[in-house]
């Protein structure tokens, strides 16, 4: 079995720029300024995979048409920009700035008449358009503020939703959850404390991680335990435990014996193996000879350190 050392060294040497990024920041801790992280990030924007993603952004900031955000999944303007964002595009490059503003305009009527209405149900969009919303520096933004105080009411309401029969949702709280965790510490309101505190207390006291007991009418979704990237309005186990380590949270015990689970599902290689169930549908994410893989070890590897 690899070393953690060997494996972070690997990563750090993968063909995909976006792994080498994060393997140098997430793992080797460099500060954003260090010179291998600048050239790093630079590589992101300027190689593959996401270089063929940004030819493809129509001048007026979305991809594939200007009709829908939101389809064809997973190449419409919303996926692209959260594609982007995971892959860590920086926010103030002018593509990801664009699309931004695309989504901000187009969404500011939608959002203004679902708080008027006190509509519920689309935690889970409105949880990834503000990650990539902030990722570009836009938490001044009047759109944004309405679209957090949206997420503050869905997760008081425990993101009740008519697509999981009307019952609580916990892809919807994890995903609002994983908004609301790019919000600096410092700048939440008191009122964006207390929505993180109850969707803490959701997912690690009320229900369990390793055994998906949250609210639903059929069988357990077979994508919560398996490691995926990326994954679309959904959730799995890894992308909830990376979502408790931003909101300091994996000292409590249920995430522990969540991160008990992830290890144990290390391979002999000392690798963690890696699924995409929107792989066929989406942007390519990876480069060269790198899988999934790396992704799901990359992931693995920040939490069990």
């Keep these: 079995m690899q070393t953690r050392a060997e494996m972070i060294k690997r990563l750090a040497q993968a063909d995909t720029p976006s792994i080498r990024l994060f393997a140098l920041t997430k793992l080797q801790g460099l500060p954003c300024d260090d010179p291998q992280v600048v050239r790093a990030q630079e590589q992101v924007a ?8 940004l030819k493809e952004q129509h001048p007026e900031g979305f991809w594939i048409w200007d009709h829908s955000h939101y389809t064809p999944k997973y190449k419409a303007t919303h996926w692209s920009m959260k594609l982007l964002t995971e892959m860590g595009l920086s926010g103030s490059h002018p593509a990801m700035q664009q699309g931004a503003f695309y989504m901000r305009e187009r969404l500011r009527p939608t959002i203004i008449k679902t708080l008027e209405q006190n509509e519920m149900g689309l935690a889970c969009f409105w949880g990834t358009f503000l990650r990539y919303q902030l990722h570009c520096g836009q938490l001044t933004d009047t759109t944004i503020q309405m679209v957090i105080d949206q ?12 697509y999981n029969y009307g019952l609580p949702c916990a892809w919807g709280v994890i995903r609002a959850m994983w908004g609301l965790a790019s919000i600096p510490s410092e700048k939440r309101s008191l009122q964006v404390q207390q929505a993180i505190r109850h969707g803490l207390e959701f997912i690690l ?24 990237f ?23 015990p249920a995430a522990r014996q969540a991160l008990d689970w992830l290890a144990a599902k290390q391979l002999k290689s000392g690798w963690w193996r890696g699924a995409s169930p929107i792989r066929s549908r989406s942007w390519a994410f990876t480069k060269g000879q790198d899988t999934v893989d790396g992704w799901a070890t990359l992931y693995a590897l920040t939490l069990l350190d």
């Design 46 to 53: 300027n190689d593959e995979p996401v270089h063929s993603i």
């Design 151 to 162: 997420l503050v009411l869905e997760i008081q309401n425990d993101c009740t939703c008519p």
């Design 230 to 252: 990326p994954l679309s309005y959904n959730v799995d186990i890894l992308f909830t435990l990376l979502v408790l380590q931003e909101l300091e949270a994996l000292d409590h």
């Design 205 to 228: 006291e009320r229900y369990s991680l390793t055994k998906a007991d949250y609210p639903y009418k059929e069988k357990i979704h077979k994508v919560w335990f398996a490691l995926n």
